[in-house]
């Protein structure tokens, strides 16, 4: 599997629509930042878009809370991943849910969704 884009929606430290090209890099390359700066993030965002769940100790996590908390009030969050196995290429879409007021001023949850399209070499 090669990762060539991930887009990053209100996930994390990330506010608003952020994309990291990967296939701008080499083959092999170094993910690098201060503490903080949303490296670990990146990787979440990879694993939440494949599985649907947080890696590691922060499987049990509720996904939720990965949102950033600097998003507008009733903004949406979301990962969108797009690679390559072998000569196939994939893009998944997930969003994460969340709570929302509805209009009798009562909380509902919006769930999440996933959208995967594939597209076969000939």
Known sequence: MKIEKLKLKNFGPFVGENEIDFSLL?????????TGSG???IFDAVCYALYG????????Q???KCKSDFAK????AFIELCFQV???SFRVKRTLPYLYETKN???AEKPSSLVLEIKESN
């Open 26 to 34: 080499e083959d092999i390359f170094l993910i690098y930042g201060n």
């Open 73 to 76: 009030a009733g903004e949406d």
């Open 62 to 64: 509720d996904i939720r």
């Open 53 to 60: 769940k947080l890696p590691g100790t922060r499987e049990k």
């Open 105 to 107: 001023k009562t909380i």
């Open 86 to 88: 072998k000569e196939d």
């Open 39 to 41: 490296k670990t993030t």
